[in-house]
């Protein structure tokens, strides 16, 4: 991986991971506030995140621009060519229900909180998401598939966090707010295992689409990063099986805000290797063709033909010459 891919990996783990948050934030006033209230911080939180999520939008468009077009940087950024991109192919229109999405929860932020509402946005920009990467070319069950997984991601990351300060508001604050965080806790384990089994359901279903055959995973680039995801996958599953059969049952508030950072930290690291993954081309592609191309405007005078980039060997991002 060169240094564009590096910056560019980073790029799309940091929008993914704002939004993740900010998706979060909001399920957990849905699903695991004892009261549906927003958790602590909520309104500084949630504008982070929306502000994040804008600028790393850009960002990745930004990014995207040269690998797409063929151009370089200074060339490709010229009002045309953007324009090209934001109208003539599949991730250029979804960047722009992004930034309208953005614009909407900004909007939303201003005012009371709502979190359902906010919830649907930023679910609607989870989606945005998944039909942007490799997720796009497998067909309508498989962009379903990595749809649900990437929701699931959300509900069960984002609200982490807000879980965590509740726990250590907690563990200062004494019984009341013990007794809330107790029920907090509880609620969000439930939520949890929901989202778990969600995310190993639908993470099969991604993994038959993108390692065949299975036995030759390790031999690609793509399978051997899937296979660190999968293994802390294992290891947050683990941590939260004893949450939930050992500490939440004698209700061990420290070790278990100690556990739940710990799974927040293994989460962002999987977010990390989620923005490589969708630069890395998949097992199932490994062979295949990976050229793609731009329409040419007048002023360019040629169809422009972008180098070999492993994200853009999916059908979606191909435009009619």
């Not at 940091?14 to 998706?23: D, E, M, T």
């Not at 709502?114 to 989606?127: D, E, I």
Request: glycine share 8%.
């Amino acid at each position: 991986m060169g240094a564009g891919d590096g910056v560019l990996a980073a790029v799309r783990a940091l929008h993914f991971a704002s939004v993740l948050l900010l998706f979060g934030q909001c399920a957990y006033a849905l699903a695991v506030s004892p009261d549906r209230q927003p958790g602590p911080a909520f309104r500084p939180i949630a504008a982070w995140c929306a502000a994040v999520a804008f600028a790393s939008a850009l960002g990745w468009l930004a990014l995207e621009l040269p690998r797409m077009s063929g151009l370089p940087f200074a060339q490709a950024v010229q009002p045309e060519t953007v324009w090209t991109l934001l109208t003539a192919t599949q991730f250029g229109k979804l960047e722009l229900v992004r930034l309208a999405l953005l614009a909407a929860l900004a909007a939303l932020l201003a005012g009371p909180a709502r979190p359902a509402s906010g919830a649907l946005f930023a679910g609607l920009l989870l989606v945005t998401i998944s039909g942007s990467g490799h997720a796009a070319a497998g067909g309508p069950v498989r962009l379903a598939a990595d749809s649900v997984h990437i929701l699931a991601a959300g509900a069960w990351l984002g609200a982490l966090l807000p879980l965590i300060l509740v726990l250590r508001r907690a563990l200062k604050d004494g019984a009341g707010a013990m007794r809330a965080a107790a029920s907090a806790t509880a609620r969000f384990s439930t939520l949890g295992i929901a989202c778990m089994a969600v995310l190993l359901f639908s993470g099969v279903v991604n993994t038959w689409y993108t390692v065949s055959p299975v036995s030759m995973a390790l031999e690609s680039k793509y399978g051997r990063l899937l296979a660190l995801k999968i293994a802390l996958f294992a290891l947050i599953l683990a941590i939260a099986a004893v949450n939930r059969t050992i500490l939440i049952p004698r209700n061990r508030l420290q070790p278990l805000m100690r556990n739940a950072l710990v799974e927040f930290v293994v989460g962002l690291a999987i977010v990390a290797l989620v923005g490589m993954l969708g630069i890395t081309v998949p097992a199932t592609h490994s062979h295949g063709s990976m050229a793609m191309s731009l329409p040419a405007s007048p002023a360019q005078g040629a169809v422009l033909a972008a180098p070999a980039e492993p994200w853009h060997s999916c059908r979606h991002c191909e435009v009619p010459k």
